[in-house]
């Protein structure tokens, strides 16, 4: 009958083959010689219970026949003692690291590093106090002092420099020869220095090396310059590097072989020598040296600021030698299309990339979202370099289409990174929120949320990591680059921790290998918000109008210890402008200077523009302290002098009302309301004027440019001055500066508010002189303005702009439907062009607005329409809720009302439910 089940058995046995028989008298306990265990079981020398259950006696022989040992045997002594309380001491945690490689995705490889041998022993040591003697006291031939040098692989860095200095010193002490060999292993060992001795101690013992080769000892080969080559890398001490070339082949003899030609060639791209580039390149030609993918690569980086045409030349000769291209070549490829903003191209390389057996990185993925970043700001007309986009031949519509469409690119391109399991890393995030502030687009602060959920658990990671360091786990720092995928013969393998990305481990040894210019941060591993990431929230926050948010953000940024800069506060200013918060700006303002940020002039317009947009008096004072203090070092420039024009135009005296109040009359009560503004608004023309003449002073270090004659151009249409504006075009001309398109708008702005028809002589001039033609926003001043007469030339006009190329937009037709409701007089025609011009619109794929609907209201409401009903129809589908024209709009007509009433019946004036703002259109989800 089994009483114990058999796993239990199994344990037993396991048990009792593990007791250790030692001879009587031994000092400790220690493990019996292999063999043993079995030896004992063939003897029966297992300890056997009786019968009765007690055991036998000491040296009592057992029923197998064998002698048991006396009980003091199995009793632990001293020196056993300290074995299990040294074994005991700190238990070993299993610490798992776990590798893929990339031609066997789906296999893992994992050891537990806790178990490293070397790694135990060299704790043991340290605590103990148990160190071997001194491996380099006991060398004493060249042979043997090159083995232990050799031999140093795994030990850490500064371990290895402390070898080579000892190695050397006893080598001198005991007169032993070096010979190449040393020489070799002493230069990799001191070269890898974690010091700044990497500068100096190289070439010292370069200096001595040269000694011994005058003496026909030995002499250098290509290991030799290529550690020294790579002394100078790691100092940047290029010019150094190419000394050492020419000496190399001048005294030795020696020709570079393909690698050191790829890491001259990495110096020059490093200094953009590109005259030195060439003549290495044709160097290595005319030595009949075969160039590998890395040259290209390398030289193709050199000339990279070049036409893209001499790259593609480069890029065809690769191919031509039958040089595969690998992933550093598309991306090195799509980096000049960026320099030199060619969008469409750099897409083209990106699909030929996973066209080849290749795959793309998170390098490659940041350039083209980067790029969607710079295509926006094309599509805006906003472009920092190349050509912006041409707005006179764009509408708004086409033109937010466009960006959406950039928008939902970038987005797919990073959602084609979380399928390939590319890890994002900051400037990634920071790329795509960059997209989506230009859009005005709400799913930027869930890519920030998901941004600080990956700090986080790198974070995490990074914990984990030092650790291990901490324990000696990864002392081997060329082995932790190895594990991290950034050595050089890893084959794209990573370290899989928690988050199976390495991202914690590689963003600790990053730093050993890149900087922090443009292209390292491209390629950079890790991520966490910083500086720039804040920036390009903030400027989402006020492109949206959310103030609390951007304040939030700002404390939020200073709370993880980013300390705001200029950019960070002129920002700040911007949003300070949403609400025309003075106090606020200027305790922001107060606030940088306090905090000794470096003092700067676009800070200051920042600040004045606050103050500008709110219309506050103060800004003079202010101005006026700005430019007689002497102990300021800043100078006002362009943008000073034209911000303090641009306050005359909502500039507000003392006690006046706020810009929704009435505006009170004048003590006497005799002068009207409209007297009163126009008294108003010349006072502030004068002030205005007074600044223009301040900037024509000799005395004046700051001269007027295009936007101060057009911020002049705004203060002359507030009085409806035709004449001074007419002056100010003239003295622009005779200042030697050609109006734009842009000045010639502001001036047609200035006919329309006094009501002009010659507005069509200035229309008329710029149509002959077609530089600068006339744009979008010149006809659609002009429609505007007849429109509102109800002159029939509005519909000759609009047929002209479309002859000429120019597309309009869902403003222009909202002005030909208001046209088309001043035709009272013939309703019929006044219905037929209006939906005309309401299907042309559908048709060229414009959304309608509110106004659109009201313009078509005002049409049908004069006979009262049944198509009112199809219109509230079509409003309710679109989400756009009726706002107070709309109402009144019907209610002034009898017959309107009545189909506002039945309207209220059918249940077409209920509130959309998820309407957020009144006449707003509801943004999608």
């Keep these: 009958m089994n009483l114990f089940p058999r796993k239990f058995k199994e344990r037993t046995l396991v048990a009792q083959n593990r007791l250790e028989v030692l001879d009587e008298g031994s000092p400790m306990a220690n493990t019996a010689p292999p063999g043993a265990a079995k030896a004992r079981q063939q003897k029966g020398g297992l300890m056997m219970a009786r019968k009765d259950g007690s055991s036998p006696a000491a040296g009592e022989a057992s029923p197998a026949g064998a002698t048991v040992p006396p009980l003091s045997t199995y009793i632990p002594s001293a020196g056993m003692d300290a074995t299990l309380e040294r074994s005991t001491d700190r238990p070993r945690k299993k610490v798992y690291l776990t590798t893929v490689r990339k031609e066997q995705p789906l296999k893992r490889y994992t050891r537990d590093l806790a178990r490293s041998r070397d790694g135990q022993e060299r704790r043991d040591k340290a605590k103990h106090g148990k160190e071997d003697a001194d491996p380099v006291e006991e060398c004493m031939t060249t042979a043997s002092f090159n083995f232990i040098l050799k031999d140093s692989t795994k030990k850490t860095r500064l371990e290895r420099k402390t070898l080579a200095i000892k190695a050397v010193e006893r080598m001198r002490t005991m007169h032993v020869p070096m010979d190449l060999e040393t020489y070799n292993n002493l230069l990799a060992l001191l070269v890898d220095s974690p010091d700044q001795d990497c500068a100096v101690r190289p070439f010292k013992l370069y200096e001595e090396m040269k000694d011994d080769c005058r003496e026909g000892v030995l002499k250098p080969d290509l290991q030799t310059f290529s550690h020294l080559l790579q002394a100078c890398e790691r100092t940047g001490a290029f010019d150094k590097a190419f000394d050492l070339l020419s000496e190399m082949k001048l005294e030795f003899g020696l020709l570079p072989d393909t690698n050191m030609y790829n890491k001259l060639l990495g110096f020059c791209v490093l200094q953009r020598d590109e005259h030195r580039a060439s003549s290495l390149f044709e160097e290595m030609k005319n030595g009949k040296v075969q160039p590998n993918v890395h040259t290209y690569n390398s030289l193709m980086n050199v000339f990279a600021e070049n036409p893209a045409e001499l790259l593609a030349q480069m890029f065809d000769d690769m191919i031509r030698q039958n040089i595969p291209p690998n992933r550093r070549t598309y991306n090195t490829l799509m980096r000049s299309c960026q320099r030199q903003g060619d969008y469409d191209k750099a897409f083209k390389l990106f699909e030929e990339l996973k066209a080849e057996p290749l795959e793309p990185d998170v390098v490659t993925y940041n350039i083209l979202i980067d790029m969607c970043k710079e295509r926006i ?274 500039l507000r005296r003392e006690g006046d009302p706020g810009p929704n109040d009435p505006l009170p009359t004048d003590e006497d009560g005799l002068r009207s309301r409209e007297e009163l503004i126009a008294i108003r608004n010349t006072e502030r023309q004068q002030k205005g004027l007074a600044i223009y003449s301040e900037m024509c002073d000799n005395n004046c270090p700051v001269k007027p440019n295009a936007d101060t004659y057009g911020a002049l151009l705004d203060v002359c249409h507030l009085t409806k001055d035709i004449e001074r504006a007419r002056s100010v075009v003239d003295d622009m001309q005779a200042r030697g500066l050609v109006p734009t398109i842009t000045t010639y708008n502001k001036l047609m702005m200035v006919f329309v508010a006094a009501n002009d028809p010659a507005i069509r002589e200035i229309f008329d001039m710029l149509k002959q002189r077609n530089d600068p033609g006339p744009n979008l926003e010149t006809y659609t001043i002009l429609l505007a303005f007849y429109s509102a007469r109800a002159d029939p030339q509005c519909l000759h006009l609009f047929e002209d702009m479309k002859k000429t190329g120019i597309d309009p937009d869902c403003r222009v037709f909202n002005i030909m439907l208001q046209y088309c409701a001043k035709l009272r007089d013939d309703v019929v025609r006044a219905k037929k062009k209006s939906l005309k011009f309401f299907f042309e619109l559908k048709l060229r794929e414009l959304t309608p607005d509110i106004d659109t609907y009201n313009a078509l209201m005002e049409v049908f409401a004069v006979t009262g329409d049944p198509l009112i009903f199809k219109v509230f129809e079509e409003m309710i589908e679109n989400s756009i809720v009726p706002n107070k024209t709309t109402f009144s709009t019907l209610i002034k007509e009898k017959k309107g009302l009545d189909m506002l009433r039945k309207a209220g019946e059918k249940g077409l004036l209920d509130p959309h439910p998820d309407a957020i703002e009144e006449g707003g259109l509801i943004p999608p989800d």
């Design 377 to 650: 700001d094309f599509l805006q007309g906003n472009a920092s370099s190349g050509a912006a986009a041409n707005p006179n031949r764009r509408n708004e519509e086409q033109q937010e289409s466009r960006i959406k469409g950039v928008c939902m690119l970038a987005s797919s391109l990073f959602n084609e990174m979380d399928e390939k399991e590319i890890r994002p890393n900051t400037f990634t995030y920071n790329a795509l929120m960059g997209v989506l502030a230009r859009c005005a687009d709400l799913r930027i602060f869930t890519v920030f949320h998901s941004m600080k959920e990956d700090a986080e658990e790198e974070e995490k990671d990074r914990h984990k990591l030092q650790v291990l360091l901490d324990n000696g786990d990864l002392m081997d720092s060329e082995g932790a680059l190895m594990l991290a995928g950034l050595g050089d013969n890893t084959n794209g393998n990573g370290i899989l921790m928690d988050d199976k990305s390495g991202a914690a481990l590689r963003g600790h040894y990053q730093r050993l290998l890149i900087g922090d210019d443009y292209l390292a941060r491209q390629s950079a591993f890790g991520v966490k918000p910083d500086i720039t990431t804040y920036h390009t929230l903030l400027t989402a926050a006020e492109r949206m109008g959310k103030a609390e948010t951007a304040y939030e953000l700002f404390d939020e940024m200073k709370e993880h210890g980013i300390q705001p800069d200029v950019v960070t506060y002129i920002k700040m200013m911007g949003v300070c402008c949403l609400n025309k918060e003075t106090d606020r700006a200027y305790d922001l303002f107060q606030e940088a200077s306090e905090k000794m940020v470096v003092p700067d002039i676009e800070l200051y317009n920042a600040f004045v523009n606050v103050l500008a947009e709110a219309g506050d008096p103060e800004v003079f004072d202010s101005f006026q302290r700005f430019t007689t203090d002497r102990t300021n070092n800043l100078k006002p420039n362009h943008k000073t002098y034209n911000t303090m024009i641009k306050v005359c135009t909502k």
